[in-house]
């Protein structure tokens, strides 16, 4: 079945460094990926997404990169504060009408940024 | 405007009771999906509804049903509980179908469940 593999589980950066989390996605048909912060007592938000068009995109720190022929993505987070602290979840699905809205979530990273 | 609201936020039950969680959805969007999170791990698609018809299901047994009222809201349904079945509840609405235009699934906070 659909699989999404998501590495490291855990990641200790220092306030200023760089910060990358990196995902593998096995249904080849996946054509979105979106990134996702849960930060303590709250729901997933939405942070940055990415669509089988493009390869790179990026809003203000954060960045994402999609390499479709290794069924790879990334999360790239630069200049890092420690309000980035959270769980962060990368996801893949077949966005069509005959699946429906089904995301597969990684089994998410926790992100600690030690000022 | 009000994002993705769920109730009750926690709950706790016994095994073999059943519960009712509900959900409305951002204003204008028509499409709902629900997600299990179980401690230190990912949500998991549980089913989604889109213009009141099921448009998805995940792998859950039958214990757990769903249904979209005409004003979009929903409710989840899970029967018989188990102890296994203590996780974050999560609601998430999306106008319609994701990953095209700007159609993006946000999700509430959750409703936490503990089956003793």
């Known amino acids: 079945g659909e699989n999404v593999e998501q590495h490291p589980s855990t990641l200790s950066v220092q306030e200023g460094d760089s910060a990358v989390i990196k995902c593998t996605y096995s249904?080849?048909?996946?054509?979105?990926f979106p990134w996702y912060k849960q930060e303590l007592g709250k729901g997933p938000q939405l942070i940055i997404d990415?669509?089988?068009?493009?390869g790179e995109k990026k809003d203000q720190r954060i960045a994402v990169t999609l390499n479709k022929t290794a069924k790879h993505f990334s999360l790239h987070i630069t200049e890092t504060q420690p309000e980035d602290s959270a769980v962060y979840f990368c996801?893949?699905?077949?966005?069509?009408?005959?699946?429906?809205?089904?995301?597969?979530f990684g089994a998410g990273t926790i992100l600690r940024v030690k000022s | 405007d009000a994002g993705v609201t769920q109730s009750p936020t926690h709950l706790i039950k016994t095994r073999g009771q059943h519960v009712t969680l509900r959900c409305s959805p951002i204003?204008?969007?028509?499409?709902v999906s629900w997600y299990q999170q179980v401690l230190g791990q990912g949500p998991q698609f549980i089913f989604q509804?889109?213009?009141?018809?099921?448009?998805g299901r995940g792998n859950f047994p039958d214990r757990f049903s769903a249904r979209q009222f005409p004003n979009y809201s929903s409710e989840l349904n899970v029967n018989a509980l188990l102890l296994g079945d203590s996780a974050l509840y999560l609601c998430?609405?999306?106008?319609?179908?994701?990953?095209?235009?700007?159609?993006?699934?946000?999700f509430g906070a959750g409703s936490r469940l503990t089956v003793l």
């Open positions: 249904d080849s048909a996946s054509n979105y």
């Open positions: 998430a609405s999306s106008v319609g179908l994701i990953g095209s235009g700007a159609n993006v699934l946000t």
């Open positions: 204003s204008g969007h028509k499409s």
């Open positions: 509804y889109y213009e009141k018809e099921e448009r």
């Open positions: 990415i669509r089988s068009n493009v």
């Open positions: 996801a893949a699905s077949r966005a069509a009408m005959e699946y429906g809205n089904k995301l597969v």
